[in-house]
């Protein structure tokens, strides 16, 4: 896992990145997300997101605006990729 993106809101309380990995059958990369909230010490992993590096990265930002903590972003999540 390679980190593409990363902020940190709150002096670190909410932790949100962006990754990629390597898709070992196409050997293309394929993004995935992390928001980790330290306080709680909870965090939630979304491997394969997404095959764009663009989307995975507006995702992250979306989540941020929102202020989103670890447990609602699989809805979130469902949500955009429907959109």
Request: net charge negative; charged share 25%.
């Amino acid at each position: 896992m390679s980190i593409i993106y990363n902020e940190c809101l709150g002096n670190t309380k909410l932790v949100y990145s962006a990754f990629a990995e390597e898709n070992k059958e196409t050997n293309s990369n394929i993004y995935g997300i992390s928001v980790k909230d330290n306080n709680k010490n909870s965090e939630v992993i979304l491997r394969n997101f997404t095959s764009i590096k663009e989307n995975a990265i507006d995702f992250i930002e979306t989540l941020m605006r929102n202020t989103v903590s670890p447990d609602f972003v699989k809805e979130i999540a469902e949500d955009y990729l429907l959109a």
